[in-house]
Every structure is written in C-alpha cells, then in structure tokens.
C-alpha cells in the first residue's frame, strides 16, 4: 500500500526508468514502483533483515555500505537515483549527493528536519528529540548528521545543485500548508527533487 512519502517520489519518476534507491529498507518503494512505472529497480541496503525483506517481494538487492559503496555503480546510467531517509546516517552527505548526480541525472533525497519546532523544544529542554521521524534515541540512532530544512538548502548551494521541486510534510506525513509557508520550523520532513 502506498504512503504519502512514496506517492510524492512516484509521482517524481519517470515511467519505464532505470533506478536505484540507496538505503532501500524493505524495499517497499521499489516494488510500488515497478508494479506502478515499470521501472528497472536497484535497492542498496545494509541490514540482513531488510534485504530478506527485499528478496520475498522480488525487488533486486545489493548488501552494500553506501558510504564505501557508491563508486561501485559508476557506468551504471540510471535516470533517478532515490536515498530516502538514509542521507542523515551518511558520513560525508555532501560526497553522497555529488555522487548520486553523477550516477543519474536526476535524484529525490528525503530528510527529517531538526529545525521543526517539536525538535527546538525537546533541545531546548535539554533532551535530544525523538518523533516519528527520528524515533530513537541519541545512543540507539544511526544518525549522525542531523540538519534542518535551511542547512540542506544551504548545502544544495553550496555544491551548486539545483532544487528542481520540493514538497514539505507535516506531523501527519501530508503535504503541509503551513509547512510549505515555514518549513524550517514547521515541516517535520523535507522531500527534494535535484538535479546538476
């Protein structure tokens, strides 16, 4: 069944595609993918049981760490390459997303956000913040690099690639009016199209 999250990124790839999605997990979105737009899918994923996961819905997997693994596809040509909710637990983010655009025209990145004024709160109190989107806590987390909405448009500029669209989601993991208007305060998650 399709969430919210993968109906955004459906809607952002393009029929009979080649695709990899780094960080796939269970390999949901791949398969809603290929039953969908006819898509030639590649999930990269480190956690064995995911990867089971991935094999009983038929999705193709490669036990892979992205942060040593992404020059493993450097001829590959895919047309979209998708690292959703994965780019936070990354070493060097920046490398990731350079590498991506290399690795395909076009790529969707999904993030939480840390500016998001329930995660403001929860640091101001003194306590790392734990929500839907960063469900554990500080010494469980994979994270290590947690932005916020502004940081990851600053580091777009930076590295001079370009947001072709962007939709904001609210606490309910809907497109988010009032996110849109705020998002670094009030969207819990950002979703972003880019493009070199």
């Not at 490669?62 to 895919?78: A, H, L, R």
Request: net charge neutral; with cysteine.
């Amino acid at each position: 069944m399709a969430t919210k999250l993968s109906k955004i990124i459906n809607h952002w790839v393009p029929e009979n595609s080649k695709v990899i999605d780094f960080g796939c997990g269970d390999g949901s979105l791949l398969k809603e993918l290929i039953e969908t737009k006819n898509i030639l899918g590649y999930g990269i994923e480190i956690n064995n049981l995911k990867i089971e996961k991935c094999i009983e819905k038929g999705v193709p997997v490669i036990k892979q760490d992205i942060d040593e693994g992404m020059n493993e596809f450097k001829s590959s040509n895919f047309d979209l390459s998708i690292m959703a909710r994965s780019i936070q637990c990354l070493k060097n983010p920046n490398l990731a997303l350079n590498r991506m655009l290399e690795l395909s025209r076009r790529c969707v990145v999904t993030l939480p956000n840390l500016g998001y004024w329930r995660c403001r709160i929860n640091l101001a109190s003194g306590k790392m913040p734990v929500t839907p989107e960063l469900p554990s806590s500080w010494y469980e987390t994979e994270n290590i690099h947690l932005c916020t909405i502004k940081d990851f448009e600053d580091l777009c500029k930076k590295e001079n690639i370009e947001i072709k669209d962007k939709v904001f989601l609210n606490k309910d993991g809907s497109r988010g009016g009032l996110a849109s208007i705020k998002p670094n305060l009030l969207a819990v998650e950002g979703v972003y199209l880019l493009e070199k």
